[in-house]
């Protein structure tokens, strides 16, 4: 049996690895662990020359980019609406959220939010290669969050059979 002790990293693609890893470094403090730049693709053989970057986002968590100079010019899956897509990352509260907010902000980010999802709270902005990321705080109980794992799988099969929002945790927006 497979036991997945936690997610190693999560990569996307950046425009320019030392951009990405000086935005990063500066708007979100997540220092740089690791790069690693090959001229060819280890598991492929491919002749592709890439720039790997591993940065720091706290608590053994990874995020990774890679720059890609020989491919088409990097965009965005447009049958995706862009708020879908996004990389999301916990604060420790929600003074730390309305912090981040304010920080960012004086940092020339344009930040949505914060809005409340029931159980946390989040603000939303985009980095230089338009990869929207998420901060989140969590506020929900620790019954809540039984309740709404107690109703996932029964949501998930009413929503494959009908495509409409089931109402088991319609109280999650019903909040604000």
């Not at 979100?28 to 790997?52: C, F, G, R, W």
């Not at 980010?109 to 705080?137: C, M, Q, W």
Request: glycine share 4%; hydrophobic share 40%.
């Amino acid at each position: 049996m497979i036991n997945i002790e936690k997610i190693h990293h999560v990569a996307y693609r950046c425009n320019d690895a030392k951009e990405t890893t000086q935005w990063y470094k500066d708007k979100l403090n997540m220092d740089l662990v690791l790069a690693i730049a090959e001229d060819q693709v280890p598991s492929t053989k491919a002749p592709d020359p890439y720039m790997h970057i591993f940065l720091d986002a706290g608590d053994e968590n990874v995020l990774a980019f890679f720059e890609l100079p020989n491919s088409p010019t990097m965009g965005r899956d447009t049958n995706t609406p862009e708020w879908v897509q996004h990389i999301a990352m916990r604060v420790a509260s929600v003074e730390a959220l309305i912090a981040a907010k304010e920080e960012l902000v004086s940092k020339g980010v344009d930040v949505l939010g914060p809005t409340n999802h029931g159980v946390f709270k989040s603000i939303y902005f985009f980095d230089p290669n338009g990869h929207r990321l998420e901060l989140s705080a969590n506020t929900g109980t620790k019954e809540q969050y039984k309740q709404l794992n107690e109703v996932a799988q029964d949501m998930i099969n009413e929503w494959a059979e009908t495509k409409k929002a089931p109402r088991h945790a319609a109280w999650l927006h019903e909040q604000d």
